[in-house]
């Protein structure tokens, strides 16, 4: 079952972030995963507005924790973190029907 994790993210250096999403990308990618949504125009239909909105679909919730665990992710998660300021969440995917 497919797996997201959704980050809210707000960017403090935005040319110290640029390096992070520079790096990113590849590790989202050995893993399985990809990009749904990253940073485009995001609206508050109901309660505060957002920051720079992440989606990332990966094929398992396993597959998700095992990149944001992994050493390759670790070191751009240094990048991010000096950058900016953030939450993830891991949410599970509906069960496909047959």
Do not use: C, N
Request: without cysteine; hydrophobic residues 45%; glycine residues 8%.
């Amino acid at each position: 079952m497919a797996a997201y994790v959704i980050a809210e993210i707000e960017v403090h250096d935005p040319a110290a972030y640029r390096v992070y999403m520079d790096a990113a990308p590849a590790t989202i990618a050995r893993h399985g995963g990809r990009y749904l949504a990253r940073g485009g125009a995001a609206e508050a239909l109901e309660g505060a507005g957002p920051k720079r909105i992440v989606v990332l679909e990966f094929p398992t919730a396993e597959a998700a924790r095992r990149w944001f665990d992994s050493p390759e992710y670790r070191d751009a998660t240094a990048l991010r973190q000096k950058a900016s300021t953030g939450r993830f969440l891991l949410v599970d995917g509906l069960a496909s029907s047959a």
